[in-house]
């Protein structure tokens, strides 16, 4: 997908039909999966550390942006996707944060 990942998170779930709460649980997912989609093709052998941490922090910093334009239009379910961020699920993963603190 093309534009900007902040965009792209907000238009997916603006458009995103949710009737019940596996309806909301596959939208976060689908979430997640967007923002690993972004950042994981970039990575490859010659990625530096810095050069990942920056695409991760990126990542981060656009959930963030994505969360706060859901707020500003109001979005019914605000309230619930506001307790997700996908920086808390990565760094929830004890390796994945190990990688990033150690970057």
Known sequence: M???LDDILYNYTVNKSI?????????????????????????????TKKELKILLDRTFIS???FV????????Y???FIKEYSYKNIFM????????YDSL
Request: net charge negative; charged share 40%; hydrophobic share 30%.
């Open 68 to 75: 706060r334009k859901l707020e500003k239009e109001k979005w």
């Open 2 to 4: 093309e534009g900007f």
């Open 19 to 47: 009737v019940g709460t596996n309806d909301f649980k596959d939208l976060i997912n689908e979430l997640f999966k967007l923002c690993e989609e972004r950042w994981k093709p970039q990575v490859d052998s010659n990625t």
């Open 77 to 79: 379910l605000y309230e």
């Open 92 to 99: 929830s993963n004890e390796k994945m944060k190990s990688i």
């Open 63 to 65: 959930w963030d942006c």
